[in-house]
């Protein structure tokens, strides 16, 4: 049986960051974009947000995004929510864009935390992880390459090659989120240790330091015009980078075995996050329509409009109690067995919050492509989530698949 009643914890922490939001992210808001703009975003950080950060570690507000877990204690103590519980703090986060990061559960770093966390020798979690986990680096996942079809990762082709006590990595990544921000301490990597290994097997994980020889961020890549400074995405060339070899994560071939156990968490989160998105666009759809008259009535008043926010209002409902129902079963019954539901709401989540904010943009007519509303960073914003962690056409083909399997062992007999 499932039940979606937010627990009497979940609420606490919830109504715990609902209130250090109203009194001290939307206030800052129009400091933060104040102070930005008026430095080199690539290399400083806004004070104001450095400010909030470390209010919200002291109170306590911090590392939301962590399951429960039975070790590691010496390393890691979250406030130990459920996916289920950590759902609608993780929807409430995402109405500000650098919210999430407040409280130390930002992406790629929660992802990267969880490898380290699950997969992590003790050496490397005390170089990587506490650091992490602390507030005082952030870390980039390299996977995706320009050169191939990075959805399917059995094409990439980085080279990491042992070389007595180190690895030596080359190749060219780029969309890597992260790598240029002023604290990126160290990249996760996923390359090719074995080009003659089973398909599944030849791809390995390891942690690089950023500061390492042979990196170089070569650009930036903008998303619609968008640079997401300073965290931004960046096209990063590894020319005979030498790693140590305890670098290695858990060994040599199991990296999609890795990937797979970091994406599911990351892509629920990021699912979590589209819901206040889809939020804020109707909000301000209504708003607006509310406030706009032509042909003698308010806009909000004409039946095609009528028909967009129903629609809205439904597949808003929709979306998260799907987005519910992953959490439930990756909590219950384990990431692995949630896979056709992760793969679900990933594929729902983006397309309703893309049609949502696009239909508030038509709403506020040519006022709706400008920055004036937030409404065209919305919709970059949630486009790229249909990209992040796997194309729809990826879960599309793995969710059918699965569909299709319940069906051939009856037609074979």
Not at 83 to 95: F, S
Not at 99 to 122: I, K, Q, W
Not at 242 to 250: D, T, Y
């Amino acid at each position: 049986m499932m039940n979606f009643e937010q627990s009497e914890r979940s609420l606490a922490w919830m109504e715990r960051v609902r209130a250090f939001m109203d009194a001290h992210i939307i206030p800052a808001i129009p400091t933060y974009h104040a102070q930005a703009a008026a430095i080199d975003r690539w290399t400083e950080i806004p004070p104001v947000f450095e400010e909030l950060k470390a209010r919200a570690k002291a109170e306590g507000l911090w590392n939301f995004f962590m399951p429960p877990s039975d070790h590691d204690d010496e390393y890691f103590t979250s406030p130990g929510l459920t996916n289920l519980e950590y759902a609608p703090i993780a929807e409430l986060m995402g109405r500000v864009s650098f919210a999430s990061e407040v409280f130390n559960c930002m992406a790629p770093d929660t992802g990267n935390f969880e490898v380290l966390h699950r997969y992590g020798t003790p050496a490397q979690k005390e170089r990587f992880m506490l650091p992490l986990r602390d507030g005082v680096t952030r870390s980039a996942f390299l996977m995706t390459e320009p050169a191939v079809a990075s959805s399917d990762a059995r094409n990439i082709q980085t080279a990491i090659r042992r070389d007595g006590d180190h690895y030596v990595i080359n190749g060219r990544k780029w969309w890597s989120s992260g790598a240029g921000h002023p604290k990126c301490d160290f990249f996760v990597l996923m390359g090719k240790t074995d080009p003659d290994a089973a398909a599944y097997h030849q791809q390995s994980m390891i942690l690089v330091p950023r500061d390492m020889p042979g990196v170089t961020l070569v650009r930036h890549l903008p998303v619609f015009g968008y640079d997401h400074a300073p965290h931004g995405h960046f096209e990063v060339l590894l020319e005979d980078v030498r790693v140590p070899a305890e670098n290695m994560l858990l060994g040599e071939g199991r990296g999609f075995e890795i990937a797979q156990g970091r994406l599911g968490p990351g892509r629920i989160h990021h699912t979590m996050r589209n819901i206040a998105t889809m939020e804020v666009a109707l909000e301000k759809m209504c708003r607006r329509l509310l406030t706009r008259r032509t042909f003698g009535k308010t806009i909000a008043e004409h039946s095609v409009w009528e028909e967009r926010i129903a629609r809205a209002r439904c597949e808003i409902e929709m979306a998260r109690l799907l987005c519910l129902k992953a959490a439930h079963m990756m909590d219950t019954v384990g990431n692995k067995a949630a896979r056709a539901e992760i793969a679900m709401i990933k594929i729902a989540a983006p397309k309703m919050a893309q049609q949502i904010v696009d239909d508030a943009i038509q709403a506020h007519g040519g006022a709706g492509v400008t920055d004036d509303f937030g409404l065209a960073e919305l919709w970059a914003n949630t486009r790229i989530v249909r990209l992040t962690d796997g194309p729809d056409e990826v879960h599309e083909r793995q969710l059918a698949r699965m569909e299709l399997d319940k069906y051939r062992a009856e037609l074979a007999a």
